[in-house]
């Protein structure tokens, strides 16, 4: 019943942005904090950033502070993630998740993630 679905990853060129998209369903979605994690080859899957109900607050782990941008449009139940500059180190699956926090330490439900993998 619940559905979270990633899209707009795929095969990109380092240097350039991207933007990701979840779409939601299922759920009042202006409810729900939303957060997004990302998954490398081989390593662990690691908290990227979250946004609050609204979209005023905004979280994002020290790692990426100043490499995404998170934003959300409640009308069209759908939160995105702004990769601003591509790099290798990029590629991973990039999932998307609802919560009841804006800087979550569980989770109601996650998508089944969206593949980026940078060239270079």
């Known amino acids: 019943q619940v559905q979270l679905v990633e899209s707009g990853g795929g095969l990109v060129q380092a240097g350039n942005s991207l933007r990701l998209s979840c779409g939601v369903s299922?759920?009042?979605?202006?409810?729900?904090?939303m957060a997004w994690h990302r998954q490398a080859p081989g390593k662990d899957r690691e908290f990227v950033a979250s946004?609050?109900?609204?979209?005023?607050?905004?979280y994002y782990a020290d790692a990426m502070k100043g490499r995404f941008t998170v934003s959300r449009d409640n009308a069209k139940n759908t939160v995105y993630l702004q990769i601003h500059v591509l790099t290798p180190a990029a590629t991973a699956v990039y999932s998307c998740?609802?919560?009841?926090?804006?800087?979550?330490?569980?989770?109601?439900?996650w998508g089944q993630g969206t593949q980026v993998t940078v060239s270079s």
């Open positions: 299922g759920l009042t979605f202006r409810d729900y904090a």
């Open positions: 998740a609802s919560a009841r926090n804006t800087v979550p330490t569980t989770y109601d439900s």
């Open positions: 946004i609050s109900w609204t979209g005023a607050n905004k």
